[in-house]
């Protein structure tokens, strides 16, 4: 890797990665890694000496998958609504959103290079997004929240969620403040498959997909993996 490339999220994107559209999403378009392991490798060995975290950006991981899946196809959770993408990686889902007809995306995650990778894919899919707009900060129609908003609410009609039970005390946290949201009226939805600290007690199931996904990252060649609701949510 080059010096530049380590400084600089987005050489590090273009030069890592190639344009793979997930295979339970073929309409979308995003910068992935077409191994695991290298990446993983690279990052860790490369990176790792500036702190950077694991390269969770660089796959369409099997929840978030599912939930793009189940927006686009029932574009009505989204439309003409203002729409967060929790813990957005690829910004994957929030892309879904944008070409279902959301009012503004906002796509929230703590890493940096998350945040050149969700600018890089929303530029790429811009011409098949259906809301494209001009706020200012936005990429594409996508907003980027770059800090922790965990316990913050922002005022969004629905909070969509992949792939955020793989760690308890994480879990545990980010669960209790979805639920406070959905409380007071906003529709959240989670896409799970079937991580070890899913509330599985306090949650709806809302519709079930065998996702394709490479060995290297889970257990299975398809991943059965669910879009959830809260119980006793107000939203929708």
């Not at 994107?13 to 999403?25: D, K, M, N, Y």
């Not at 796959?59 to 003409?80: K, M, N, S, T, Y």
């Not at 909070?159 to 949201?181: H, K, P, T």
Request: net charge negative.
């Amino acid at each position: 890797m080059t010096p530049r490339a380590a400084a600089d999220p987005h050489t590090f994107i273009r030069e890592q990665t190639r344009l793979i559209a997930p295979p339970l999403v073929p309409e979308i378009l995003l910068h992935l890694a077409e191994e695991s392991l290298p990446i993983w490798q690279h990052t860790e060995e490369e990176l790792g000496e500036i702190g950077l975290p694991p390269p969770y950006w660089a796959f369409a991981w099997a929840g978030g998958q599912a939930l793009a899946r189940h927006v686009l196809d029932h574009p009505e959770i989204v439309r003409g609504k203002r729409v967060l993408d929790f813990a957005a990686g690829s910004g994957l889902v929030g892309i879904a959103a944008g070409r279902a007809g959301a009012r503004a995306v906002e796509a929230a995650d703590i890493d940096r290079f998350a945040h050149a990778a969700i600018a890089l894919n929303a530029i790429e899919n811009a011409t098949r997004n259906a809301t494209v707009d001009a706020t200012p900060g936005t990429t594409c129609g996508i907003t980027v929240l770059a800090t922790d908003i965990v316990g913050i609410d922002g005022g969004w009609d629905v909070v969509l969620a992949g792939d955020i039970a793989y760690e308890r005390d994480l879990a545990e946290r980010v669960f209790a403040w979805l639920e406070s949201l959905a409380a007071r009226g906003a529709e959240v939805w989670i896409g799970d498959p079937g991580r070890s600290y899913l509330p599985r007690e306090r949650l709806e199931k809302i519709a079930e997909y065998g996702v394709p996904v490479s060995r290297d990252l889970e257990d299975t060649e398809i991943k059965r993996t669910s879009v959830w609701r809260p119980r006793g949510r107000r939203g929708g």
